[in-house]
């Protein structure tokens, strides 16, 4: 069986697009019919004393289990960034998973869909300049509709 899965990508630490697109070359190797939006510079959240991000979302099928593909992300985090000091480090690539099909999972290692991916523009921007129409597994809502929620809330 294979999965339609989105991934956050971001980076504030060197050359921030080639990390990106090196992650992306990365997760060729273990997806396929892999797409990458749009890449937007946006502020930190988390902890503001640090670098802008570059942020983009990464489109792919794959026939990994939500927790294999988890073990592919977080082995390319750590050949690509090493491991952070801290929560909301500056890093060289992070990679979230947002959407693993219309799959919910709530466990200490992964939660799908992303918990806080309908508060986030710097994920929600991206991910509706590929899946617009895409619906949110919990909230019902179609990506597109969440942006313009939460760009209502924050205007």
């Not at 019919?33 to 979302?57: C, D, H, K, M």
């Not at 073990?71 to 000091?85: F, H, M, N, P």
């Not at 219309?102 to 710097?122: C, D, G, Y």
Request: with cysteine.
């Amino acid at each position: 069986m294979q999965a339609e899965v989105y991934l956050g990508l971001g980076s504030n630490l060197g050359d921030r697009r080639a990390n990106i697109h090196r992650a992306v070359e990365m997760l060729r190797g273990v997806s396929s019919g892999v797409r990458l939006s749009p890449i937007y510079e946006t502020e930190p959240a988390g902890f503001a004393g640090q670098p802008a991000f570059l942020n983009a979302v990464c489109g792919l099928w794959t026939r990994l289990d939500p927790f294999r593909l988890l073990d592919e992300v977080l082995r390319i985090q750590r050949e690509t960034s090493g491991t952070r000091a801290f929560l909301n480090a500056p890093r060289a690539i992070d990679i979230d998973m947002l959407l693993y099909g219309r799959w919910v999972i709530e466990t200490p290692l992964l939660t799908l869909p992303h918990p806080r991916m309908a508060e986030r523009e710097f994920a929600l921007r991206p991910l509706a300049d590929l899946a617009p129409a895409y619906e949110h597994p919990v909230l019902g809502a179609t990506i597109a509709e969440l942006l313009a929620r939460l760009e209502r809330r924050e205007g």
